[in-house]
């Protein structure tokens, strides 16, 4: 049981959720202001991605996270941020010629998809270890490919957050830290009930938690009904929380959610089992990350 918990809320995401909930974070102010409210409301990490403002959709525009990360920083809270450097891995096949993308996909190497972490150095970035079947599309991130973004991430001074999804990707980011590519503490990001990865359930996190390098620090999240379950498995097994619109959209059962609510009923969970929930600068020690610049 871990009883000093962190709670990282993502606050947006990059599905198609837009038209699926009616306060869906959008513009950088939008987004921005979702993640203060995160913090406002218990979360020590906010982990953004970015949208188009005029259609919603995924974006990996350096302007648009530079917008969000100067708003957030410019507020009365001190949430460490998360950006994702998961964007432009997406492939979508045409049924007829394979080996051609379709509208949906996204596919560019490793040094575009850290242009918005080398300019603007967040504390955290994560890093999506492998690929993987993602509902209808597929997720492409190679070795060497993945070899160079954590280099990359390492020169920066930023803290990886290995996102895995498979126990392929768990073994391959623990291959990483023995390569020397990931600095002491490992961040992992246990990602459950993704179609079609793994499913979100305590024996996969118990199984993934148990195949990690001694001194990590753990985070894992389930998504859709499966987020509070799993925030309350994750504290149990003795990891860190995530929880927030990425991943669910619903507070109970036909009641939309907001990220705020989202946190504070993760964080409610965390009080019942016995613990608390960490400050962003209690979240920074523990995780051994730099100061942020």
Request: charged content about 25%.
């Amino acid at each position: 049981m871990n009883t000093d918990v962190i709670v990282s809320c993502a606050v947006t995401g990059s599905g198609d959720t837009v038209g699926k909930h009616p306060d869906i974070p959008v513009t950088p102010e939008q987004i921005a202001n979702a993640a203060i409210e995160a913090a406002k409301a218990g979360a020590a990490v906010a982990h953004c991605h970015v949208r188009e403002p005029d259609s919603g959709k995924p974006s990996r525009r350096v302007e648009l996270y530079e917008e969000v990360v100067e708003r957030i920083r410019a507020s009365d809270t001190d949430v460490i941020i998360n950006l994702t450097a998961g964007m432009g891995g997406d492939y979508v096949p045409d049924p007829d010629e394979p080996t051609k993308g379709i509208e949906g996909t996204d596919l560019v190497n490793a040094r575009e998809r850290l242009a918005h972490v080398e300019a603007i150095r967040p504390e955290i970035c994560s890093l999506d270890c492998g690929s993987l079947n993602f509902g209808d599309s597929l997720y492409m991130s190679t070795p060497p490919m993945l070899r160079e973004m954590a280099k990359r991430i390492q020169e920066l001074g930023v803290k990886p957050e290995l996102e895995v999804f498979e126990m392929g990707h768990l073994r391959f980011a623990n291959q990483l830290v023995a390569e020397g590519l990931i600095d002491a503490p490992p961040l992992y990001q246990i990602c459950l009930g993704i179609p079609w990865a793994l499913g979100a359930d305590p024996d996969t996190m118990r199984l993934m938690r148990d195949n990690l390098p001694d001194g990590a620090n753990w985070f894992s999240f389930g998504i859709g009904r499966t987020q509070m379950p799993m925030a309350a498995t994750a504290a149990i097994l003795g990891g860190n929380v995530r929880v927030g619109l990425e991943d669910n959209l619903y507070l109970d059962k036909g009641v939309f959610a907001s990220n705020g609510q989202l946190v504070e009923r993760a964080a409610q969970i965390v009080r019942l089992l016995g613990g608390r929930t960490l400050t962003p600068a209690e979240a920074r020690e523990k995780l051994g990350l730099r100061p942020r610049n």
